[in-house]
C-alpha cells in the first residue's frame, strides 16, 4: 500500500512534549514543530526557557519567517528579537550553511546587537538588502526544514 500523505496536527492542545514528539509518525513534522512552537511560547509565560527550548523557539522564527517572506520578514516581524541569538542556535544544532547565510544577512543590515521595534531597519540598508533577501532567503528555506526534520531526538526539552 502507497504512503499516505500525513496529516497536519491542527496545533497545541495540552500535550506534553513527549506526546508531541511522539504524533511524528502519524502527523507531518513541520506541524509537530509549529505545535512544539505554541508549547513552548506558553511555558515561557510561566517559567524561563532552557537553552534548547530558546534554540527551538529561535530556529522555528527563523525557518517560519524565511519560508513565508524571506529574511526581510524575519527581522521586520517580532521574530526579530531572535535576531541576535540566530546565528549561534543554527551553529548548536549543526546547521553551519544556514548559519553563514544568516550571518550575511546580519552583516548586509549591518546589525548590532538587539533589533528594536523603535530602532526599526534603516531605510537605506532596506533596499540594499531586498536585493540579496531573495537569494539568501532560497537557500536557507532549502536547508533549514530538512535539517529540522532531522532532529527527532528533542530528549533535551523532555
Known amino acids: 500500500m502507497p504512503n499516505q500523505p500525513q496529516e497536519?496536527?491542527?496545533?497545541?492542545?495540552g500535550e506534553t512534549i513527549e506526546e508531541l514528539i511522539s504524533k511524528a509518525s502519524d502527523y507531518r513534522i513541520d506541524s509537530i514543530v509549529l505545535?512544539?512552537?505554541?508549547a513552548l511560547e506558553q511555558l515561557s509565560v510561566e517559567r524561563s526557557l532552557t537553552t534548547e527550548e530558546s534554540i527551538v523557539l529561535t530556529i522555528e522564527a527563523l525557518e517560519r519567517e524565511v519560508n513565508n517572506g524571506g529574511y526581510?520578514?524575519?527581522?521586520e516581524n517580532s521574530s526579530r528579537e531572535h535576531a541576535s541569538s540566530v546565528v549561534q542556535a543554527l551553529k548548536s544544532i549543526s546547521c553551519p550553511q544556514v548559519?553563514?547565510?544568516?550571518?550575511?544577512?546580519?552583516?548586509?543590515l549591518h546589525i548590532q546587537g538587539e533589533i528594536t521595534e523603535a530602532a526599526g531597519l534603516p531605510h537605506f540598508e532596506l533596499l540594499t538588502f531586498r536585493k540579496v533577501s531573495r537569494v539568501l532567503s532560497q537557500s536557507a528555506a532549502l536547508i533549514l526544514l530538512p535539517r529540522m526534520v532531522s532532529l527527532t531526538d528533542w530528549s533535551a526539552l523532555r
Not at 99 to 108: G, N
Open 35 to 38: 505545535a512544539l512552537e505554541q
Open 99 to 108: 548559519a553563514e547565510l544568516t550571518q550575511r544577512a546580519i552583516a548586509t
Open 8 to 13: 497536519f496536527l491542527s496545533g497545541y492542545s
Open 72 to 75: 526581510l520578514q524575519f527581522f
